[in-house]
């Protein structure tokens, strides 16, 4: 039995210490603020309630496989017979273009070529043409990438064929696509995170593929109470948890971690797992520092009278950029809708909704505001992981294992990157790679 010790208590982190209490390891879980969830929680105002983080998910099978392999399985937990579960969403996301085109975004390959087919003749072959390709990549990394255990330089060739490729995304989408609408629909992920197109490589473009192919999922109730059910799941593995704690920094002898240190002083371990951004640790520090992280967008959260008629998720695409969210509890009455914005927000992202004929602004009853900055002051960092800087950004980035013996990478800053999916999938890499005590 290992004394495992997971630095973070975000979905990462989280996910990460129920596995390996699972495999029969004495896990301590250390978060430096007062609750668990990261991310994963809700911000209140005057009788509403907003996600602060993700309201869906793209892979359900990476969630249903932590709750089915730590314990309970989700649906249980939930409890199906009173319809808590999680929903499938009829639309992924509607697109609303300059030229006041639109376009709804279903599920599955049929649908969505018939949906592009519907916004101009000859698009829904084109997008076919353009995703289709994806599902042999999905294949490749799925079963040597992002399932299967595996260390720098012993990746098959078929992987790092994949890994290495020198194609960035919007070359590849440039020629895919003659119309500007489906190359934004493509490249809409990547944009929402704050990359640049120009810097994140081809291969990434599987999240295209992986939309199609398992959908939209949402949590009734909201994503949030994931962190609840996890915090519940550690109690009944024996995970201690430690809040208001800080991790300051990883004790290393001989090359091998062997303690963190905290402002209460060193707790001892024979692993720990960094689920956090490795720059706040300084013997991880030096090995990411070719790496930025993706900074969050800007956030409103309304409060409105009345209703309002949209899908879970709208984009109106532009500069600025502007996601709608509806979603989150509300007074009788009334709605809560929590807003996104990138690129050059000169002025309120209302006014540009305006514009786009969602004019919402005489409904407002109460708005609170959250700069990027303020977010990653409220979560401790960036939910949105490492920025892509080119096709070498894959090889800079931790995880599941790391440079200093015993020390393992989970969360939104290591491999395979960030978004419930594939951070559940980076806690079950490090848990594969860690083995059963």
Known sequence: MARVVVVGGGYGGLASAARLAKLGHDVTLIEASARLGGALTTIESEGFAWEAGPTMLHVPAVVRDLFRKTGRPLEAELGVATGEELQP???????????????????????????????????????????????????????????????????????????DGREQLHKRLRKAFRDDRPATVAGHPFVADGHDLRNVPAWAGVATHLEQLFGAWTLAGGMHRLAGLLAARLATRGVSVVLDSPVLDLVVREGRVVAVRTAQGEVGADVVVCA?????????????????????????????????????ETVVHGDPMVVVRP?????????ACTLHGRGRLSEDMLK??????????????????????????????????????????????????TPVAGVYAAGAHATPGSGLAYVGLGAALVASVVGPA
């Open 89 to 163: 969403l009829e639309v992924v996301r509607e697109h609303r273009f300059a030229d006041r085109s639109v376009l709804r975004l279903p599920t599955g390959r049929r649908a969505q070529v018939d949906a592009f087919d519907a916004l101009g003749a000859g698009l829904g072959a084109a997008w076919d043409a353009y995703v289709t390709p994806y599902a042999e990549v999905w294949d490749v990394l799925r079963r040597h990438y992002f399932e299967e255990p595996w260390t720098p330089g012993d990746l098959p060739r078929e992987v790092t064929t994949i890994l």
């Open 276 to 312: 956090i951004d490795p720059r706040r640790l300084p013997a991880l520090a030096r090995h990411v520092e070719r790496t930025m992280p993706s900074l969050p967008p800007s956030i409103t959260h309304l409060g409105l009278e009345g209703g309002l008629d949209l899908p879970h």
């Open 327 to 335: 979603g989150g509890t509300a007074p009788p009455g009334r709605t």
């Open 352 to 401: 540009v909704l305006a514009r786009a004929g969602l004019d919402v602004r005489d409904q407002v009853v109460t708005r609170v505001d959250r700069t990027p900055l303020e977010t990653v002051q409220a979560w401790g960092g960036s939910p949105y992981g490492v920025l892509w800087q080119g096709r070498g950004t894959v090889r800079h980035r931790l995880g599941p294992t």
